[in-house]
């Protein structure tokens, strides 16, 4: 019997239906339920651990997971170097440092002698300290936010996605600690089933990078067309029955199509579809 890949994956918080969705656009059949705590892949020697996203980090170091999927951000500050397998693109944030609107501190080296509270006690201290910068650091949890009006400290260092919660709590940022998105990291450990889970998950990310560009053009037209959307190494080019006419193909950046759009139909491009890709193995 084979053995089962052990995948640990956030059991709430903004990284769980991300992270369920992606799973099953790679090809998993399973069933989540908000209670239950493994759940196995039905067409797959694989088993789904759903625990606290914080706690990925060490089942994956300990043996306990193969595989995790966790944010950069607890990965630093879990401090351990697991190999990350894949970036997946979702959770994006940053570890930002904030302090007070009426503040006079401008950068993160004003910090110098100061307080600053925050839920990443171990990144915020090796930050500061790789930089030679003394400060206090006051682990808090829950809400940060509120530490620089209750006198706990000068400054804060937490996530921050928009900056919408910094600005409703009079907080403005002065600098950037960490950049942080969902990952897929490993322990390392043999088991024949890591190269196949990371490759379908790995064409999914891919394939959501990208869009499937089809469109018609005068063959006259082909070359101009070409030369705006290269595609994974060239386009397509299918002559149509009348031989006036070509069909071009190309894969192209997502971010790309709204550039793309109106240079292809500058160029002579007819009849342009744009078409999403579900996996893509480059």
Not at 28 to 51: K, Y
Not at 170 to 185: C, D, H, P
Request: with cysteine; aromatic share 4%; hydrophobic share 50%.
């Amino acid at each position: 019997m084979a053995e089962r890949l052990r995948l640990a994956v956030p059991n709430k918080g903004r990284l769980r239906s991300p992270t369920i969705e992606l799973l099953g656009d790679a090809g998993l059949a399973f069933e989540a339920t908000d209670r239950a705590l493994s759940v196995g892949v039905g067409n797959a020697d694989i088993d789904l651990l759903f625990v606290r996203t914080e706690d990925i980090p060490e089942l994956v170091a300990d043996g306990v997971a193969d595989l995790g999927i966790t944010g950069v951000d607890l990965l630093a500050e879990f401090g351990s170097e697991l190999p990350v397998v894949l970036e997946l693109g979702f959770g994006r944030c940053r570890l930002a440092a904030a302090v007070p609107n009426a503040s006079d501190l401008a950068k993160v080296e004003d910090f110098s002698e100061r307080r600053i509270a925050t839920a990443h006690p171990g990144v915020t201290t090796r930050y500061f300290s790789d930089r030679g910068i003394d400060v206090t650091v006051v682990p808090l949890r829950g809400s940060v936010e509120v530490a620089t009006k209750l006198g706990v400290a000068d400054g804060i260092v937490d996530l921050v996605s928009t900056g919408s919660t910094l600005r409703v709590n009079g907080l403005r940022e002065i600098g950037t600690l960490l950049e942080s998105q969902a990952v897929v990291v490993s322990g390392g450990r043999g088991n024949g089933a890591v190269d196949r889970i990371t490759t379908a998950i790995g064409a999914v990310v891919a394939a959501r990078r990208k869009r499937y560009l089809l469109l018609n053009a005068p063959m006259s037209a082909v070359d101009r067309i070409a030369a705006v959307i290269p595609g994974l190494s060239a386009p397509t080019v299918m002559p149509l029955a009348d031989g006036e006419m070509a069909a071009v193909h190309s894969v192209v950046d997502a971010d790309a199509v709204w550039h793309l759009l109106p240079l292809l139909e500058e160029a002579g491009g007819q009849g342009i579809l744009v078409l999403p890709i579900e996996q893509l193995i480059p």
